[in-house]
């Protein structure tokens, strides 16, 4: 064995996985776990724990692994997260645990999402849950969502002894892990189902179809349904749009239109009466991981895919993983390229894009170089659909009617950053409803904080 490389992770085929809505990673089996945790150098001052936004053990996880002692690998891991079968599978661990392992100096990092995501599967598999807490203290707490913030300030408060409640708006928990990342990815059943069970068997109570600011107030909940305190975990659910000429025409949707009909509401499997346009060539307009979901879903509904993006693949945001995985199965990318009108035929469907080629300058506050557009640069793309993936910011609905609690200009919930308390008393707030559309662990980190901070403020009070 080389210790300087990885195990090699088995996949589907690129040219049979196009095809289905299986899951693209077969991951690790118990064989190439053990080995490939014996590459860990077991470091005593371990940066890979400080790169993880809800703090894991890696290395005593992957000792364990090692001794094929599963079972409290799993325990390790379950003491910190919420969600391992999750984060094993959709952490961008390159530029977080993985990008600052000691291994990867002078060779390649040891696979932490891989081990993580086998022993989470592993764990599952044999029936395994994680520990509940042993004397409840009978304090009551709301969470607005439950999607990755919720379900791990949802779950690490469970364990803390207090009675916990989860408000969802859609039917399903889960969030963005049920509506925006594809089955390919991310199996609902096997997974996501499973892990949000698992944070019921801490005693959390899910309640779905509960609109917040609709069907009740936060207001209400402090003052008429005695919660002591209240976490907003309620996403970035408010797609954004470019304001181009041809944007309302039919055959332009957001990505997270699209992604929500196609994995929440099933609309790739035929006995599913949900529609969604399947067309023949699709362009997506975005680099991000929510575009190359858009773009490799549209592709295995059949149609001729072209990712747009206007800077280069350098600067794509995108997990490496997936725009590789994106090229193997055949989508083509057309960089450094940007939309300035979306055609329209005569009876308002999209025929095409008006695209101008873009060139890098200097430089801009977030340390990537702006593109600037190339004059008489114009050129058109046939296409009969085209995927807005620009990013989404959270619905005013929440702030809108909650009295005191403070938003910046993007309509984000302001908060200290160390505790996750807002402008509110009793109210805390986290993920992407804080921060924008961002990732999921960064979300459950959040989570992790403001869970810590309503136990602290809980405490306090009483």
Partial sequence: MDVLKKVPVREQEASIRKNNFDEVCFGYNEEEAVLESSRCINCKNA???????????????IAKVKEKDFENAYKIIS???????????????????????????????????????????????????????????NHKVAIIGAGPAGLTCAGDLAKAGFKV??????????????????????????VVDEEIENVKHLGVDIKTNVVIGKSITIDKLLNEEAYEAIFIGSGAGLPKFMGIKGE??????????????????????????????????????????VAMDAARTALRLGAEVHVVYRRSEEELPARKEEVHHAKEEGIIFDLLQNPTEILVDDNGWVRG???????????????????????????????????????????????????????????????????????????????????????????MGAGKVAAKGIDEYIKNKN
């Fill in 47 to 61: 940066k890979c724990i400080e790169g993880c936004p809800v703090s894991i053990n890696i290395p005593a996880f």
């Fill in 79 to 137: 003491e910190s997260s919420a969600l391992p079968a999750v984060c094993g599978r959709v952490c961008p661990q390159e530029s977080q645990c993985e990008g600052v392992c000691i291994r990867g100096i002078k060779g390649e990092a040891v696979s932490i999402g891989k081990l993580e995501r086998f022993v989470a599967d592993w764990a599952r598999n044999k029936g395994i849950k994680p520990e509940k807490a042993k004397v409840q203290n």
């Fill in 165 to 190: 409640t989860i408000f969802e708006a859609l039917h399903k928990a889960g969030g963005v892990l049920s509506y925006g990342i594809p089955e390919f990815r991310l199996p609902k059943e096997k």
């Fill in 248 to 289: 309302q025409a039919n055959g332009v949707c957001s990505a997270n239109e699209y992604l929500t009909r196609n994995n929440l509401m099933k609309a790739y499997e035929e006995k599913y009466e949900t529609p969604i346009l399947k067309r023949k060539k699709v362009v997506v307009v975005g680099g991000g991981n």
């Fill in 353 to 443: 894009i008006r695209i101008i080629k873009m060139e890098l300058g200097d430089e801009d506050s977030s340390g990537r170089r702006c593109p600037i557009e190339i004059k008489g640069s114009e050129y058109e793309i046939s296409c009969d659909m085209v995927i807005m993936s620009l990013g989404t910011s959270p619905n005013p609905l929440i702030s809108s009617t909650t009295k005191g609690l403070e938003i910046n200009k993007k309509n984000c919930i302001i908060i200290s950053e160390d505790t996750g308390k807002t402008s509110k008393e009793g109210v805390y707030a986290g993920g992407d409803a804080v921060t924008g559309a961002a990732t999921v662990i960064l979300a």
